[in-house]
């Protein structure tokens, strides 16, 4: 299994990132800790973004803090993970902030 680096996975995921603010604070081999703005204080958003998360197979388990606006993820990505999925995850993300009104654009 090849690591699948965040700074990979961000170059794909950039325009959700820069729509959303969206910035790795820390980052280690199957571990990453994001945050946005537009998290915090917004448990209906987090808690939609993490069932999401939940549901994807590589994700190992997602921990939120509203406080302050993050989420952290634990992951296992293998070496074939398809550009389609990211591409997929990539806009159920938008539509779930869509969905709860952070139309940023």
Do not use: C
């Not at 199957?30 to 703005?37: E, F, K, N, V, Y």
């Not at 952290?72 to 902030?97: A, C, G, M, N, W």
Request: net charge positive; no cysteine.
């Amino acid at each position: 299994m090849r690591f699948f680096t965040l700074l990979e996975l961000k170059n794909l995921a950039l325009k959700i990132q820069k729509r959303y603010k969206i910035q790795l604070l820390s980052a280690i081999k199957g571990r990453a800790r994001l945050s946005s703005p537009y998290w915090k204080d917004n448990d209906p958003l987090l808690n939609d973004l993490k069932g999401y998360l939940e549901t994807i197979d590589e994700i190992k388990s997602v921990h939120t803090t509203s406080l302050i606006g993050t989420i952290t993820v634990q992951y296992s990505i293998p070496k074939e993970f398809p550009l389609e999925r990211i591409l997929k995850i990539e806009k159920e993300i938008d539509e779930i902030h869509r969905k709860r009104g952070d139309l940023h654009e």
